[in-house]
């Protein structure tokens, strides 16, 4: 899928690999969909869906895409400014946390 997204001429189709690249299920393709999310050749505005789309691909997915976005959370907060999509970020990272133990990390986070 990655090599089709670097293929692909128009946005309209990198975009659908985007979407899909979520329904992955093995950690190692997890991490390097998480890895290729921050790359030149995922355009800014696309990262959160990417990152997005790994969170609620499945439980394993969301805990990745989570650590993943405290670990780059300067970087990310950064290239987004305190926008919306930063705030579109969080909400696609943590929406299935089910346990209190996750409500409170992602508090304690003190997202700014």
Known sequence: ALKLHKQADMQEEKNRIERVLGAISQPELIQKVLTFALSEEVRPQDTV????????????????????????????????????????LIKLTVDGFANDKMAAEVKVRNFK
């Open 49 to 88: 869906s990417v990152i997005g789309g790994v969170a609620g691909g499945s439980k394993q997915g969301r805990k990745a895409a989570w650590k993943f976005v405290r670990d780059n959370w300067e970087e990310l907060y950064n290239r987004y400014q305190g926008g919306f999509l930063i705030s579109r």
